[in-house]
């Protein structure tokens, strides 16, 4: 099965068969919403509302690690996250698809590890035997290899699907987390900007963190809204964020379509691995 993390109404695309909605509570409390367990050419996709249906929760408040850990509790190990970024790399325009490979990671108050030693939750209604499984109980300290954070199996789906969709995309992007809700200084942009940052965002992380935590196969597709503060030189709206997912809403759906349903049965990746040689 694939999960699905995004905005509301996603799932509502012709040819999808809505199958069930899931209500999960995990030792970290609720999910952002409901679990949509859609079906796809006998195979299941499952959404979950980023920020809730009716956009509830901004970035900093998301509960992530319910969140993703409810996925885990449906026997989930596929991820892919949809989010809005800004542009800062000159070469990216309104409108354009990113796949992100690498991270720099700016948010300050979230909490971005299932593993916290002694105080570490365990969660008893989770039916899995593995090495997440065994270091929860132990109470273990954990330190996972985030080298290379996104699963290059998914990553390389998503440029075949884009590529079969003639979509315009960007590939091996770097994406600047920071904690929002505010958006960003245009001297915080250039900063980003030095340092290496394709596109800016505030979902990502930890997010991808927390699915690398638990062995998870994860990947992210970004559109771009807008150009960074400080680009254009204008003032930086919701309004122009919004407007453009509206946009690309079909082209989105679209993708979702191809990439699940073009999804490799064997992957040739260190995702299952994560954990190996991590725990102190």
Not at 78 to 86: E, H, R
Not at 163 to 186: C, D, I, M
Request: include cysteine; glycine fraction near 8%.
């Amino acid at each position: 099965m694939l999960g699905v993390i995004g905005g509301s109404g996603l799932y509502q695309i012709e040819g999808l068969k809505l199958v069930d909605e899931v209500e999960i509570e995990t030792p970290w409390g609720k999910p952002s919403d409901k679990y949509i367990i859609t079906e796809y050419k006998n195979k299941k996709i499952v959404f979950l509302p980023r920020h809730g249906k009716g956009h509830l929760y901004p970035p900093h408040q998301i509960n992530y690690r319910a969140n993703i850990w409810g996925f885990r509790r449906l026997k989930i190990n596929k991820i892919l996250s949809i989010s809005a970024v800004g542009g800062i790399n000159p070469l990216l325009n309104p409108g354009d698809f990113v796949i992100s490979s690498q991270f720099l990671d700016f948010t300050k108050t979230r909490p971005s590890t299932f593993f916290e030693g002694i105080n570490t939750k365990v969660d008893i209604n989770d039916k899995i035997d593995d090495l997440v499984s065994i270091y929860m109980k132990n109470g273990s300290v954990v330190h996972i290899d985030v080298s290379d954070p996104f699963c290059p199996v998914l990553r390389k789906q998503l440029e075949n699907s884009l590529n079969t969709l003639g979509f315009r995309y960007h590939k091996n992007a770097v994406y600047a987390a920071t904690e929002g809700p505010r958006l960003e200084t245009s001297a915080e942009i250039k900063a980003l900007s030095l340092l290496g940052a394709d596109i800016v965002g505030m979902t990502l992380v930890p997010e991808v963190v927390l699915a690398k935590e638990i062995n998870m196969h994860f990947a992210s597709v970004s559109v771009v809204t807008n150009l960074a503060a400080g680009i254009k030189g204008e003032k930086l709206t919701s309004e122009e964020v919004i407007e453009m997912m509206e946009k690309k809403n079909e082209d989105i759906k679209k993708l979702i379509l191809d990439f699940a349903g073009n999804l490799p049965d064997r992957y040739d990746c260190d995702c299952p691995f994560s954990l190996e040689g991590a725990a102190i």
